[in-house]
C-alpha cells in the first residue's frame, strides 16, 4: 500500500521470490517511486511482472480473504490480532479460502483504519513493545518465511489455492458494500457526522459474513430490490 | 562477517532490535561502509554500540556455540544443515550451551570454508531452490523472529544465557586450537598441500568435543607438555 522506498519494494519481492511467493501488487505508488522500482539493475521478475494499481479493491482482484499486517502499536480498532505464528492454522481452518491477499502499509504510516477495513484478519508480527515497526522488506519476509514454514506457500498458479467452497471475491464485495451503503444513504441511515465511522464498520460487518458468490448474488438481488422501491416509492 | 552495504548493516540492526537482540559484532568491515552505517541519520542503538573488530575469534568473545547461516546452495561441506524452524529446539537441547553467536557471511560470497569451520552447526533457512541467497538484512530478521516466536529471546544482560554447565569460550578453544596445531606442526604432520584442509578439519574436531573450560585447561596442559618436550629433545 503506497510504498515510498524503491529499495523496499525490492526488497520485499525478493523476500518473495526467497519463499515462492510470485503475485505482487503495488496499490498507489508515487510515480517516480516505481519507474525508478521497475528500473533497477537487478530488479527481481517479481517485481518487473507486478502489477500497479489505484485501489486496493483493483489490488485485491478476485482474492477472497485479505489479511491485514500491523505492528498493533495504534489502531487495533476492536479486532483481535492473529499472532503471526497463529496465522497458516488460522487459514487452514478457513472454509471459505480461496485466493488469500496479505496486505502491507506504507513505511511510514502503516495501514489505515479504512485500509483495516477490507482485511478479514489482522496479523501481527511478535515484535517488542519498545520497537514495534518493522522495515517493509523484512515484514515481508518474515511472513512469507512463516508462510513457507507451514507448507502454505503457493504452487503454480501462483497464488495460494485452497478451493473448498465457492468463495465471494473481493471485487463482488466491494459492489455489495456499494449497493447497501447507498441504500443506508437513501433512508437516511447514515449521518454526516458518523457516516465514515458506520460505513467502516458496514464493511466489516459484510467481511465478517463469509459470503458465498450465491449468497452475495442473493443479498444483491434484495438490495437492488429495496433500492428500487424507494426510488420508485410504492 | 565483512558486510559491504551500510544499509545492510541498519536493516540487520532494525529487525535485532525488534525481536529484542541487542549485541551486534561486526566482523572486518570496510572502513568507509562502517563509518557511513555509524553516522546514518537515525541509526539504531545496536549499530552506534555494535562492535567492530578484525578476526571472527575477536567476534564471539566468550561465546561457547558459535552458530552459522547459509543458503546451503554451495560449501555444504560434510555437514548436516540444521533447518531454521528446528534450531530453536537444538538450542534447547544442547547441554553446553552458554552464550550463542549467529553469524552471517557478507552479501556477496555468504561464509566462506573458513568461516564455516568455526561454527558447532550451520542453520539453513529453508528458501527455495532456485532463489535460495536472502538479503542480509533479511535473513537476520528472519533468523532473529524464528528465535522469539519459540520465546528465546535474550534477556538483559543482553546475550541468551543459559547456564547449563560450564561451557569453553571461543577463545580459550582458539587458544587450544592454536597449540595443537603447532604441536602437528612439529610433529611433521601437517602436510604443506593438505594443511589448510586438515587445520579445518581440526578445528571442527575440537568444536564437537564440547569441551568443558575443565577439560580444555587439562588438554591444553597436555598438549603445552608435548610441545616442551618436542622442543627440548627427551
Known sequence: ??????????????????????EMVVVAPYNPVWRETRSALGAEEIVTSARAVQSLVEAFGDASLVVGTTAGSRRNLDRDLLPLPDFPAWLRQRKA??????????????????????????????????????????????????LARAGLVPTRPPRLTVHLSD?????????LFGRAAR???????????????????LRRLILDLELTNHDAKILGGILAQIEWRILNGE
Open 1 to 22: 500500500m503506497r510504498p515510498r522506498n524503491p529499495l523496499n519494494i525490492g526488497a520485499a519481492a525478493r523476500a518473495m521470490a526467497n519463499f515462492g511467493f510470485r
Open 97 to 146: 479460502a480461496g485466493l488469500v491477499a496479505l496486505l502491507f502499509g506504507s513505511e511510514k504510516t502503516g495501514l489505515s483504519n479504512e485500509h483495516l477495513s477490507y482485511c478479514h484478519a489482522l496479523v501481527r508480527i511478535p515484535t517488542v513493545v519498545d520497537c514495534p515497526s518493522m522495515n517493509l522488506g523484512q515484514a515481508v519476509a518474515v511472513c512469507a518465511y512463516e
Open 167 to 175: 468463495p465471494t471475491g473481493a471485487q463482488s464485495l466491494d459492489h
Open 183 to 201: 441504500v443506508l444513504d437513501q433512508v437516511g441511515y447514515l449521518k454526516p457526522k458518523s457516516r465514515r465511522a458506520t460505513l467502516l464498520k
